[in-house]
């Protein structure tokens, strides 16, 4: 049987699409691509809009900080849209897909544009993977923190280290160079819990100070219909604080309750919202397994 690129199919390798989360970009992906890379998997790392060399960095951002500065500075993320997100990460799949299978990985935040995505354009998805990410199935993300399953997450805690007024400035800001051990300790436990302080102060220097204010509408929750065809794993993250796993058993339950006749396949690794990042060995290995599946 010929494959899209006219070969054998057994030799048309899976590409791995990788979408990271807030404030984050594909930087972060560098450890598992390396893994996966060792593996024998082709993988592509996206930088939505905004994100990755294309961020906003002032000069108050730097040492030594001029919160006032920080806290006016114009940054390009105003404006970007989940549309925008979409619109970039179809055109890495059309490009992708003309060599073969694609896996579309999305991390945290980033499944609100692989979602979209979905709806959009199923026939470029070979299997959709979501690791402790928003899947909105029933309500916008924002409207979960208000859920049984988030009682354990205090956004005001958070957003204790947001600078500047988000309504002014169009966009998100915190300060993730901030020298306040408090926030520091807030950030660690919210999301790094496991790993060691060096590993956390390093893995926050990647994170850039920015994101956008658009998480979507009822319009980009899943639709059975698109969305739905496409087969999914979802990767829980076991000791995850920021996306608790009584959330994400959630999203897990709704994304089933839509589409019965293809619900998620489940995996679990053990680990906070970033150690998979930093140790991605385990999470490799995983992927690797579903790329055998797709074809």
């Given amino acids: 049987m010929t494959g899209l690129t006219g070969r054998s199919d057994q030799t048309v390798q899976p590409t791995f699409v990788l979408v990271h989360g807030a404030f984050a970009n594909s930087f972060c992906f560098a450890p598992l691509q390396a893994e996966l890379g060792l593996l024998g998997h082709r993988s592509v790392a996206v930088d939505l809009p905004g994100h990755g060399f294309a961020a906003t960095c002032p000069h108050a951002y730097q040492a030594p900080q001029d919160p006032e500065g920080l806290a006016a500075a114009p940054g390009v993320m105003k404006g970007i849209t989940l549309a925008d997100n979409v619109a970039q990460l179809i055109g890495v799949l059309e490009r992708a897909r003309a060599n073969g299978p694609v896996l579309l990985v999305a991390h945290s935040r980033g499944g609100i544009t692989a979602t979209a995505a979905a709806n959009a354009r199923p026939d470029l998805i070979d299997r959709l993977v979501y690791v402790s990410a928003w899947a909105p199935v029933e309500l916008e993300p924002g409207q979960y923190y208000a859920e049984p399953e988030m009682a354990t997450v205090d956004p005001a805690s958070l957003a204790s280290a947001l600078v500047g007024n988000p309504a002014e400035l169009g966009l998100l800001r ?23 302080d060096d590993e956390f102060l390093v893995f926050l220097s990647t994170f850039q100070p920015d994101e956008s204010l658009d998480t979507g509408t009822p319009a980009d929750r899943a639709r059975a219909e698109t969305w739905g065809r ?66």
């Fill in 230 to 295: 496409v087969p999914r794993t979802y990767v829980r993250l076991a000791d995850d604080a920021s996306l608790p796993p009584a959330l994400q058993d959630r999203l897990i339950r709704e994304g089933d309750a839509l589409t019965p006749d293809n619900p998620y396949d489940v995996r679990t690794l053990a680990g906070s919202h970033l150690k998979w990042l930093v140790d991605p060995a385990p999470a490799a290995r995983v992927l690797g397994e579903l790329a055998a599946l797709t074809g």
């Fill in 174 to 196: 915190v300060n993730f160079r901030t020298a306040d051990p408090e926030a520091l300790a807030t950030f660690k436990a919210a999301f790094f819990a496991d790993g060691t």
